[in-house]
């Protein structure tokens, strides 16, 4: 079965940027569309963005459009979460998923999760 683990999470000022990465093991992430979401406490988990196998096609939450971009390469079986101009309200536990469908914004069509990384953002 595909493992995730994401990376590069850290402390960074309100307006900086920051690359999330997510690695898979156990196998190849080209069938999966693969997804980021994030949960900050107390609040539900939200979805960031998705992208499909082949990065053919991306979607993002409204509250992350035009700042964060998503990017796969499924030869070397990584994920990526481009975060530029970040903000307080970004701050929360970054995860990565991958689903069977084409692409996805709900978290119950994501069967494979990672254990997160935490993204805090200093006013």
């Known amino acids: 079965q595909v493992q995730l683990v994401e990376s590069g999470g850290g402390l960074v000022q309100a307006g900086g940027s920051l690359r999330l990465s997510c690695t898979a093991s156990g196998g190849s992430i080209t069938s999966f569309a693969m997804g980021w979401f994030r949960q900050a406490p107390g609040k539900e988990r939200e979805f960031v963005a998705s992208i499909t196998w082949s990065s053919t096609g991306a979607s993002y939450g409204d509250s992350v459009k035009g700042r964060f971009t998503i990017s796969r390469d499924n030869a070397n079986k990584r994920v990526y979460l481009q975060m530029d101009s970040l903000k307080p309200e970004d701050t929360a536990v970054y995860y990565c998923?991958?689903?069977?469908?084409?692409?996805?914004?709900?978290?119950?069509?994501?069967?494979?999760w990672g254990q997160g990384t935490q993204v805090t953002v200093s006013s």
């Open positions: 998923a991958a689903s069977p469908n084409i692409i996805s914004s709900l978290a119950r069509e994501y069967v494979r």
